[in-house]
């Protein structure tokens, strides 16, 4: 803060419970990938950052320069870090700071955030893009970097159109064999997951180290973070589409139980519900609309239709998961 163009410090989060399950494990496993590759890349490329709501400081005249804060999206944190941004204030992110913070551990919990995280960044992409797109300040490179980086939360809706098609696009596919060489041509997509994989690694041994094991242990979690993606792309579907028709919704708190490692909660929390909620319900379906596929494959011709197997047993599992976790949270 001795430079007087910088508006705010962010610093790296730490994970106090990150042990405690396989589901705050896979969220640190996310969350680290944020703030240890597109954090550092973004701001050692001087591209917009975003302040990630708690472990950081702002300069209270960035604040008020910059419009102050505003409540009409769900993200207010993001909102505020573009805002001042596009006023030339300088963002310092330091990721050898560790801030420790406590991941949900509900269903509900997580789902609350998520769908905070996902609504409130289409609704911040509504609301700044297109003068972050007119900026005559603003490189093309800073452009198209705020253009992905709040179409971010878009990616769950893209998986979940995807998702539900693929069935159908297995029966076409069997049906119009002369139009086989352009599902082969979607099988290039699969590039983008070797890519994740590839960029997630180097996450991964960053903080754990190298080595086989490591490696092997990288994969496992790979695979179930892959998983979880996909199992809360309903919900994160109507929060994105919700934050796209501006559709208004109130701030929901994200219960906290002061857990650390694997210390077991006795979920007395006034902000969690007993209830089993209606997505649940609609995963569950989604689980055997899924497991319709697998057996599909076998079905469709002599040989089988396996080129989407892998996808589909993805979407099973993710599917199965969360419904299984769902009906836990509830007892």
């Known amino acids: 803060f001795q430079n007087s163009a910088v508006g705010v410090v962010q610093t790296r989060?730490?994970?106090?419970?990150?042990?405690?399950?396989?589901?705050?494990?896979?969220?640190?496993?996310?969350?680290?990938?944020?703030?240890?590759?597109?954090?550092?890349?973004?701001?050692?490329?001087?591209?917009?950052?975003?302040?990630?709501?708690?472990?950081?400081?702002?300069?209270?005249?960035?604040?008020?320069?910059?419009?102050?804060?505003?409540?009409?999206?769900?993200?207010?944190?993001?909102?505020?870090?573009?805002?001042?941004?596009?006023?030339?204030?300088?963002?310092?992110?330091?990721?050898?700071?560790?801030?420790?913070?406590?991941?949900?551990?509900?269903?509900?919990?997580?789902?609350?955030?998520?769908?905070?995280?996902?609504?409130?960044?289409?609704?911040?992409?509504?609301?700044?893009?297109?003068?972050?797109?007119?900026?005559?300040?603003?490189?093309?490179?800073?452009?198209?970097?705020?253009?992905?980086?709040?179409?971010?939360?878009?990616?769950?809706?893209?998986?979940?159109?995807?998702?539900?098609?693929?069935?159908?696009?297995?029966?076409?596919?069997?049906q119009f064999q002369a139009l086989s060489f352009l599902f082969d041509l979607g099988s290039l997509f699969v590039l983008s997951t070797l890519i994740f994989y590839g960029c997630y690694w180097f996450v991964h041994r960053s903080l754990f180290g190298s080595g086989v094991l490591s490696f092997i242990q990288y994969t496992g979690r790979f695979i179930l973070f892959y998983c979880l993606v996909i199992g809360f792309s309903i919900h994160n579907s109507v929060a994105v589409l919700e934050g796209h028709l501006g559709k208004k919704s109130a701030f929901i708190r994200t219960p906290k139980f002061n857990i650390k490692n694997r210390e077991k909660t006795s979920n007395k929390n006034q902000y969690q519900s007993k209830k089993i909620s209606i997505y649940t319900a609609i995963e569950l379906c989604f689980a055997f609309y899924f497991l319709w596929g697998l057996y599909s494959a076998f079905q469709l011709s002599a040989l089988g239709e396996f080129w989407l197997f892998p996808f589909h047993l993805l979407l099973f599992v993710g599917f199965c998961s969360i419904t299984i976790f769902g009906f836990q949270q509830s007892r």
């Open 13 to 174: 989060w730490g994970h106090l419970n990150r042990e405690y399950s396989v589901w705050t494990s896979i969220q640190a496993f996310a969350l680290d990938a944020h703030f240890l590759l597109e954090q550092i890349g973004r701001n050692q490329q001087q591209h917009f950052i975003n302040f990630n709501g708690t472990a950081g400081v702002w300069r209270k005249s960035c604040i008020i320069n910059a419009g102050n804060w505003e409540g009409d999206t769900l993200t207010e944190d993001l909102d505020l870090s573009y805002r001042a941004q596009l006023k030339q204030w300088k963002f310092v992110y330091l990721d050898q700071v560790v801030t420790p913070a406590e991941l949900p551990v509900t269903l509900e919990a997580i789902r609350s955030q998520q769908f905070r995280w996902n609504k409130g960044g289409a609704e911040n992409f509504q609301k700044m893009i297109r003068r972050v797109l007119t900026d005559s300040e603003l490189s093309l490179g800073v452009k198209v970097n705020a253009l992905v980086h709040l179409l971010n939360s878009t990616m769950f809706l893209n998986v979940m159109i995807v998702a539900v098609l693929s069935i159908p696009v297995l029966f076409i596919k069997t």
